[in-house]
């Protein structure tokens, strides 16, 4: 069973529409991280939120953490093929040494 | 700057082989380590992980095992490897005041034949 649950799994669009990837827990988080990964290479962190309610923005991508540190969701605006890749979700739980990871959400952005 | 390197790459190993894997970290001292490993296109199940030298936790019952001889090393082994061993490996490193923030490896891809 996952701890944290991902949706969509996959994701097909067109260049230029918008998005948003869902992260969903029962369990409450102290801090949760998002990741992007292209095939064949390690995960890279994009962002960690760590407040209820919290909503962070890197260029076209808008991230933001559920007021109870439950969920959070990644948006990303005006999608280019650059966005392509695995979107993963991780969470770390207070006074933890270890991040729990979502399944994934893989993105295809077409030209 | 801090990097952190995995080698190899990629890995094809007949069934029964044995296995090292070996992750180093530079730029960073007594840093946290994790093995991870990843299904194709799925998320990252955490195999082991470390808080300093000679001190690991399993995460899973498996076929693998770990150890950490350097402060900045960190190696994942088998005796003997099983068909359902391959997959995408991954190392991270996390800082002890920051934990909660793991950067990765380039991975190595193991097959199993």
């Known amino acids: 069973t996952q701890l944290l649950e991902q949706s969509p799994q996959f994701l097909s669009i067109q260049e230029g529409e918008n998005l948003t990837v869902y992260c969903n827990s029962s369990?409450?988080?102290?801090?949760l991280q998002w990741y992007r990964q292209e095939p064949g290479e390690g995960p890279v962190l994009l962002v960690t939120v760590v407040t209820g309610g919290e909503v962070k923005k890197l260029k076209r991508l808008t991230f933001q953490f559920g007021d109870a540190r439950k969920d959070s969701s990644l948006h990303i605006t005006a999608a280019q093929p650059g966005d392509t890749g695995l979107y993963l979700c991780a969470g770390a739980k207070a006074a933890g040494n270890k991040l729990t990871f979502g399944g994934g959400t893989r993105v295809l952005v077409k030209p | 700057s801090q990097t952190i390197h995995q080698w190899p790459a990629t890995l094809v190993q007949p069934v029964g082989s044995p296995l090292s894997l070996e992750c180093t970290v530079e730029g960073t001292s007594n840093p946290n380590l994790y093995w991870y490993r990843q299904a194709a296109g799925r998320g990252l199940q955490l195999l082991f992980y470390?808080?300093?030298?000679?001190?690991i936790s399993s995460e899973v019952p498996q076929n693998l095992s770990a150890s950490r001889p350097q402060d900045r090393q960190f190696i994942l082994s088998s005796k003997k490897l099983l068909l359902s061993d391959s997959g995408f490996y991954l190392c991270?490193?996390?800082?002890?005041?920051?934990?909660?923030?793991?950067?990765f490896g380039p991975g190595t891809r193991l097959l199993v034949l």
């Open positions: 369990s409450v988080f102290s801090s």
């Open positions: 991270a490193w996390s800082a002890q005041g920051a934990r909660e923030t793991q950067y």
């Open positions: 470390s808080i300093g030298i000679d001190q």
